[in-house]
């Protein structure tokens, strides 16, 4: 059972950063793509970076601000967060894909992220 823990959101001053962390356990093999969402109150959930094949694609919003790296040794992924503004806040949820005939893909259970002054 593949089970992703997120880590290290929390309350920061806007300018301020943070780093996510997503270990991923219960797999003996790394994943084809891993990356961050994030959902704000009232909004849908978005796209905001994602690493495959060490590759990197970001959301506009967050291009030159967040970074994505991956530990492929010990299955996790994080996220980078500078410069941190208040439309940034929203829980975090990071995603693992594995690739077959159809793409598995797994959920971290969020982790809160508050910028505010």
């Known amino acids: 059972q593949v089970q992703l823990v997120e880590s290290g959101g929390g309350l920061v001053h806007p300018g301020g950063s943070l780093r996510l962390s997503c270990a991923a356990s219960g797999s003996s093999s790394s994943f084809n793509a891993m990356g961050w969402y994030r959902q704000a109150p009232g909004k849908e959930r978005e796209s905001v970076a994602s690493?495959?094949?060490?590759?990197?694609n970001y959301a506009n919003s967050v291009k030159g601000r967040f970074t994505i790296s991956t530990d492929h040794a010990k299955n996790t992924v994080y996220l980078q967060m500078n410069n941190l503004k208040p439309e940034d806040t929203a829980v975090y949820y990071c995603n693992a894909d594995r690739f077959g005939f159809v793409v598995t893909r797994y959920w971290g259970q969020g982790t809160q992220v508050t910028v505010s002054s």
């Open positions: 690493i495959t094949g060490g590759i990197t």
